[in-house]
């Protein structure tokens, strides 16, 4: 702490470098590991030369904002000309934000705007990062943040909050400037598994579909390697699975070589101590209304409870667990066992002090272990806690605890808390409805009760249908029948945009169940709407990589299409015929054979097709040639293969050459011909041989071709 003359831009910066040192969980994996994006440097060049304006990066939970805030701050920091503070969000709620940041400082007689002026260099560009916004996404709170941006507006400073998208609804409007932390793509994903394959000494781990789809969240990516090490990925690992791994590891049990100085019993009871700890810290969160608790109530109150109920269900217990050999009474002893549990917890990053305040390590483990405590507590305890959060179920806060408390429940087969807490989301408003459609993402199991409310939902207003359709390639791996029946339905909606986003969602559905897929794509590729044709369309090369008969069947169908369809003909029979030809040359050269007589579109990607088959398969490529030249259509098409095979094959081309210019039909001998000349052009010693072997030719097309190259 500082006072008022001491402060300048060096000062805080150091004090805010402390801060993300605190959030880094550097025990855990090195920050080296962060992956930066494209987003990095779009919001490096938005501070750079935005003056007095706030901008919102807006990503789900666990997708990297606070890394990414972290990252910013660190790069900005070695930059001499900037001031960074680093605004925490526990410090976002209560009190106005400006009196958190001046009482970091021992600033007591001036206001947030004259310290400001205070500190200001005229080559230093002030910058506040406001980390995790959701927390304050009510009415109090968007004044309190409203107030805060009016005073720092100014010459040379800039705001950057991070929020998760519905909350971010919520203070929109005194946002300038948007930007998106979009998941991860499979490149990224990629290069940061690889990362952390090395980190963890994990090289045999493979990044199987299951697995991608986990850590497409970064977080979660963390997590995974963090309690699997060293063993194997569970095939069928899902977040959820994921989630109740960490709490197995992590909080019911004591890793290997930790509190080495404790029996084997006692760290049994440490181990129900952890797992009792962290369910009513959570649950006390909750009740607060707070993301942190301040560490004297902690251990004045919630030590205090969780030591009377452990020294009753010891006295209850036949295996009492704590032993009076040592010199220590009992009491004492489980209260050193319970410090220890408190330790041990921050030891393995399930939690963190700062401050004076503790927290979980992430906001979505706090929401997942209210709701373990909340089902796991006795019926009458939980009653009022569940009935306030129905009453609050509108209340953006809660509903990161309502999605895990159905979640959970039903993997403790608690079918009727989960359809109760399910139902009362889907009949709410928007936007509970929208985070009942995104609890389906992520449950493995559902029931009749559940699939009725969804069916509902497919009936509901347009932008409710329009979330669920695009959300169906999110589901359509768990509960197929049910996301393939919502893909017929919606395939028949009256708006553009439903079924556009159902065309979206088809490539996935290719691997599920290509014939509906290729029943869904021809319906909707002849759609009245040029968007939902396009959109339709786009799964033909998903198709051929998956089943090459139904893409056969595809570009068939394509190919007879009106000259409306022809654009879309064009670019997707072209890009399908190619692919084909690279994965399956034997299903490519029938294709091929089949398109002498129809529209111009498809004989133009039928040469191409044909061209890359003379790289891929040669012999193929001449026995099409060879068909192809004695036709009347696709005459063309010969001459211009017959020379690319002349460039990349001339074996074969000379005896295609030869039998050729012994043809009966005059456009097949010019067809000769032309390679002829083109093939001593390119090779003339070994078209020294071919000519000796063409002269007793009589006609004419291959004399005069002969009597050139002589």
Request: charged share 30%; aromatic share 8%; hydrophobic share 40%.
């Amino acid at each position: 702490m500082m006072d008022n003359k001491k402060v300048d831009g060096y000062e805080i910066n150091r004090y805010t470098k402390n801060i993300i040192d605190g959030l880094i969980p550097k025990r855990i994996v090195p920050f080296d590991y962060y992956e930066e994006r494209k987003i990095d440097e779009e919001v490096k060049n938005w501070i750079e030369i935005s003056e007095g304006e706030f901008a919102v990066i807006v990503g789900d939970a666990g997708f990297g904002k606070t890394n990414l805030l972290c990252n910013l701050a660190n790069v900005l920091l070695n930059e001499e000309q900037y001031t960074v503070f680093f605004v925490k969000s526990e410090n976002l709620r209560g009190n106005e934000f400006d009196k958190k940041i001046l009482d970091d400082f021992e600033i007591t007689e001036t206001g947030l705007n004259a310290f400001l002026k205070m500190i200001r260099d005229e080559n230093k560009k002030i910058i506040f990062f406001l980390d995790t916004l959701d927390v304050i996404a009510t009415d109090d709170g968007i004044a309190r943040l409203d107030d805060f941006l009016t005073k720092v507006k100014g010459e040379n400073r800039v705001v950057i909050g991070a929020s998760r998208p519905l909350e971010f609804e919520k203070i929109e409007e005194l946002t300038m400037k948007t930007f998106e932390l979009k998941p991860f793509s499979d490149d990224e994903i990629r290069r940061l598994f690889d990362k952390y394959k090395a980190f963890y000494n994990m090289e045999g781990v493979e990044l199987r579909r299951p697995v991608l789809e986990v850590c497409r969240n970064p977080l979660h990516m963390r997590m995974l390697f963090e309690v699997y090490q060293p063993s194997e990925i569970p095939e069928d690992i899902n977040t959820q699975k994921l989630y109740d791994r960490y709490w197995e590891k992590k909080v019911g049990g004591i890793g290997v070589g930790r509190l080495p100085y404790l029996r084997e019993d006692e760290k049994r009871l440490v181990s129900e101590l952890k797992d009792e700890l962290t369910k009513k810290i959570a649950v006390e969160m909750l009740k607060k209304k707070e993301i942190f608790l301040e560490e004297k109530y902690l251990k004045e109150e919630v030590f205090v409870s969780s030591y009377i109920e452990q020294q009753a269900s010891i006295s209850e217990s036949e295996n009492v667990y704590i032993s009076q050999e040592t010199h220590q009474s009992p009491a004492t002893n489980l209260t050193l066992l319970m410090n220890n549990a408190y330790h041990n917890l921050l030891d393995e990053g399930v939690l963190r002090e700062h401050e004076k305040t503790v927290e979980f390590f992430h906001q979505t483990f706090f929401e997942y272990a209210a709701a373990r405590a909340l089902i796991e507590e006795e019926e009458q305890s939980r009653q009022s806690l569940f009935e306030d959060l129905l009453l609050g179920i509108t209340s953006l806060e809660n509903w990161g605890i309502l999605q895990q408390v159905i979640l959970y429940a039903k993997r403790r087969e608690n079918e009727e808390i989960a359809h109760k807490f399910l139902k009362e989301l889907s009949e709410t408003n928007f936007h509970t409805k929208i985070l009942a459609i995104d609890i389906l993402k992520h449950t493995e199991n559902i029931t009749e009760k559940d699939i009725e409310i969804y069916q509902s939902l497919a009936k509901d207003e347009l932008e409710v249908r329009l979330y669920l359709a695009a959300s169906l390639g999110g589901i359509i791996f768990n509960h197929r029948e049910l996301a393939i029946g919502m893909l017929e339905t919606f395939s028949r909606d009256k708006d553009d945009c439903v079924r556009q986003a159902t065309a979206h969602t088809l490539p996935k559905l290719v691997y599920v169940n290509p014939e509906r897929a290729t029943e869904l794509i021809v319906t909707l590729s002849r759609d009245d709407s040029d968007l939902v044709q396009e959109a339709a369309v786009e799964a033909l090369p998903t198709m051929v990589d998956v089943n090459p008969e139904c893409a056969i069947e595809l570009i068939v169908a394509f190919s007879a299409c009106s000259k409306k369809h022809g654009r879309l003909v064009r670019t997707t029979v072209k890009q399908a015929f190619l692919k084909l030809v690279d994965l399956n040359p034997e299903c490519a050269t029938g294709l091929i054979m089949t398109f002498k007589n129809i529209n111009m579109d498809v004989r133009a990607a039928a040469v191409q097709a044909l061209l890359a088959l003379v790289d891929v398969n040669s012999e193929r490529a001449k026995k099409i040639i060879l068909a192809l030249s004695r036709g009347t259509g696709f005459r063309v098409i010969a001459v211009q293969a017959l020379l690319a095979l002349v460039d990349v094959n001339p074996e074969r081309a000379t005896g295609l050459i030869k039998t050729l210019s012994k043809d009966n039909s005059r456009a097949v001998r010019k067809i000769a011909a032309g390679a002829l000349l083109a093939f001593a052009e390119l090779y003339p010693q070994k078209a020294y041989s071919l000519v000796e072997k063409l002269k007793d030719v009589e006609y004419i097309e291959i004399q005069k071709a002969i009597a050139m190259i002589v």
